[in-house]
């Protein structure tokens, strides 16, 4: 290996170690935490901060999605089996609502200010 090469691979670790502390800040703010159970989110309405990781985890026996509302839609999860979870960090201010594909009477708003 080249000084020059070497001082490269330095400078690329250099950018690596920043973007890693980086994410690390943000992974480090308030999360918050629903469930999915009997058919329902919970909590249905949920206030959260601007930046704030959503997870939510499936407790009922039964598969459900987490789905935006949106056009187009800002999450989806996919389907979640019992005990799977699904999170989104929501960056912008805004009223977020959601539903379970499977079962589009099941909705959620997700506040975020
Ligand atoms: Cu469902």
């Given amino acids: 290996m080249t000084a020059f090469t070497r ?14 502390r980086v994410v690390r800040v943000r992974a480090g703010g308030a ?5 999915i159970d009997n058919f329902s989110f919970a909590p249905a309405t949920l206030s959260v901060a601007r ?4 997870s939510w985890t499936n407790r009922d ?3 459900h999605t987490v789905t ?5 839609r800002v999450f ?5 089996d019992t005990g799977d979870s699904f ?10 609502k959601y539903f379970c594909a499977l ?11």
Avoid: C, W
Wanted: proline share 7%; glycine share 8%.
């Fill in 31 to 35: 999360d918050a935490t629903a469930s």
């Fill in 103 to 113: 079962h589009p009477h099941m909705q959620g708003t997700v506040v975020v200010t």
């Fill in 61 to 63: 026996d039964i598969p």
């Fill in 7 to 20: 001082r490269e691979a330095l400078a690329a670790a250099a950018v690596a170690l920043a973007l890693a």
């Fill in 51 to 54: 930046g704030t990781k959503v």
């Fill in 87 to 96: 999170g989104f960090t929501f960056d912008a201010p805004g009223e977020y």
């Fill in 68 to 72: 935006s509302a949106a056009t187009p």
């Fill in 76 to 80: 989806h999860s996919g389907a979640l």
